[in-house]
């Protein structure tokens, strides 16, 4: 047996500590970006291998909490990806606009950028009084940032141009006040959302959800994992909702794939089925075939 052998055992043995010691499943995650973010939280606990770290996680909840906030990886920022949200202001929000309320569901949601950021689109057009925005994550403190709306004034710049790049309508300053090293959100952008904790391995369907959100999450889980969390999403949409993953995430491999269409593939943008018709097409080709969108209509 190799070294590679005894650590995967390790690892096994880990995962099974965290799962029985406090109830959290990280079984189905991806092996590899688990193995990193474990070896990270070595090297700042001092410790030279997994089977040191197993005791220490069993008996200090402290320790549990450091290694749980290094592998469920918060990293976010407002606006990511610009140009999804230029489409989305374009061409999902229109189609929301037409329903009498908005129900939003962000798995997910870190320390709650994005949340701000959709909450700041809905409200440029004119929808965010309709909208009522679930944003859930499994872990607690990022959940606590999320709900204070305080970010490092640092990262203000990158938000500004992703802001712009997005297709923002104001002055992205318009949207928080400055304090010392920290940037405050306005509270009205999270006057109708409810931060909760929710964990998509273990805890159930939200109901009748006009837009999910779910980006930069499903990276990190298996194949049978996406699939039983697609599952989940489907459940939770009501029909023709809207389902929106991250750049490296897709429905192209999953056996849910005939139940969406692909609204903009690219984007990954998807819409749950209506009716048997609409299944395998992309909106994208749909918009094509009839002249009304190019790819050169969506500005960046
Ligand atoms: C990389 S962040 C993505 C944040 C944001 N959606 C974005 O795209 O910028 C991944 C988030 O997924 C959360 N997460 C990981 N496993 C989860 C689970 N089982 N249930 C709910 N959230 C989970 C993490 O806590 C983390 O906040």
Known sequence: MNSKDI???ELDLLIEAIRRRYG?????????????RISHNLSYAGLNNISELIPRILKSKASFER??????ITVTEMFRDPRFYVYLRQKVIPVL????????????CASGQEVYSLAIVL???GCYDKTQIYATDINDAALAKARAGIYQIENIKKYITNYQQAGGRES?????????????????????VTFANHNLVTDGVFGEMHLIFCRNVLIYFNKPLQEQVFDLFY????RKGFLCLGSKE???LSFLKGKFCEYDPELKIYQKSGDAGSEGLTHRNMDLKSNVLSESNIEV
């Open 7 to 9: 650590e995967t055992i």
């Open 24 to 36: 959290y499943d990280f079984r189905e995650y991806n092996k590899e970006t688990m193995a990193r």
């Open 67 to 72: 290694l749980f906030y290094d592998i469920s």
């Open 97 to 108: 606009k037409t329903y009498p309320f908005i129900k939003v569901w962000h798995a997910g």
């Open 123 to 125: 409200q440029e057009e």
């Open 172 to 192: 992205f300053a318009d949207y928080f006040h400055a304090n010392y090293n920290s940037a405050i959100m306005n509270a009205s952008l999270k006057r109708n």
């Open 235 to 238: 459940e939770s949409l009501c």
């Open 250 to 252: 897709s429905l192209s």
